[in-house]
């Protein structure tokens, strides 16, 4: 079975951005074999799960740190589900080999038996008892039997099993956990953008805003220099204050 496309995977991006895409495709391209998969005789689509349900635990052994505690829990189901499937495939293969083994020793058989009957009108029943393979039909008829009845069993605990997972949400809290994930490195990527976006902006201002400063500086200190000037002006900034006048050494006797 071929996988399920992921799209916009980014080999520069965050780790975990591209691992929210690939399991939540994953996860979709797993659950998408369950109608099919929970029929009995549906062997196709049962086998199918079992490709799906490996490539979403490989894929959260490598990444599911990133999703908490829910991606571990639906990492350990997807191996116990994978083994049921397992186990059921591995009957699915083996009872048509069995059957073709059985059939194969059969028709040996009857080619034996009937070239054992020579020109006979009629075939004698006890040369077919005395076929060369007549003890091993016994014992493939018995695997026969158990490879079907285990097989029976397994799809049992199988559909119990998934409607268990079902029950206690453990797909569901997965996918929600990485659309969070998802949702939330959207937002900060937004965010980011914003700030880029800004930072020209920003130090305009800030230019601007030093620029007025030292005008007002500069203006602040020509207003002082032109009121140093005036008459009656105040000090300048080296004068001591009381120091005497030239007027008031002038008016001194004696001088």
């Known amino acids: 079975m071929k996988a399920r496309r992921?799209?916009?995977?980014?080999?520069?991006?965050?780790?975990?951005?591209n691992a929210g895409r690939i399991v939540k495709v994953r996860l979709d391209e797993l659950r998408s074999f369950a109608p099919g998969a929970l029929q009995r005789d549906q062997i196709t689509a049962q086998h199918d799960m079992r490709i799906a349900t490996k490539r979403l635990r490989y894929v959260l052994e490598v990444t599911g740190f990133c999703f908490g505690d829910s991606a571990d829990t639906a990492r350990r189901r997807a191996r116990d589900l994978q083994d049921i499937l397992g186990e059921?495939?591995?009957?699915?293969?083996?009872?048509?080999?069995?059957r073709e083994h059985l059939e194969a020793l059969q028709s040996a058989d009857a080619a034996t038996v009937r070239a054992r009957?020579?020109?006979?009108?009629d075939l004698d029943p006890r040369l077919?008892?005395?076929?060369?393979?007549?003890?091993?039909?016994?014992?493939?008829?018995?695997?026969?039997?158990?490879?079907?009845?285990?097989?029976?069993?397994?799809?049992?605990r199988f559909v119990a099993f998934w409607e268990r997972q079902e029950e206690t949400g453990t797909w569901l809290?997965?996918?929600?956990?990485?659309?969070?994930?998802?949702?939330?490195?959207?937002?900060?990527?937004?965010?980011?953008?914003?700030?880029?976006?800004?930072?020209?902006r920003a130090e305009q201002a800030r230019?601007?805003?030093?620029?007025?400063?030292?005008?007002?500086?500069?203006?602040?200190?020509?207003r002082r220099r032109v009121d140093?000037?005036?008459?009656?002006?105040?000090?300048s900034d080296g004068a001591e204050e009381g120091a005497p006048s030239d007027a008031g050494q002038a008016e001194r006797p004696g001088a």
């Open 6 to 17: 992921v799209d916009k995977l980014d080999p520069s991006g965050p780790l975990g951005e």
């Open 88 to 98: 059921m495939h591995d009957c699915d293969v083996m009872l048509p080999r069995v």
């Open 117 to 121: 009957a020579g020109s006979t009108p």
């Open 128 to 156: 077919a008892a005395q076929a060369p393979n007549r003890t091993a039909y016994r014992g493939l008829d018995v695997l026969s039997v158990y490879l079907r009845a285990r097989r029976e069993l397994l799809f049992d």
């Open 173 to 200: 809290r997965l996918e929600r956990e990485v659309e969070a994930y998802l949702k939330w490195t959207r937002e900060a990527r937004r965010a980011a953008k914003q700030v880029e976006r800004s930072a020209p």
């Open 207 to 222: 230019r601007a805003s030093a620029d007025a400063a030292e005008r007002a500086a500069r203006a602040q200190a020509e």
């Open 228 to 235: 140093a000037r005036l008459p009656g002006a105040a000090p």
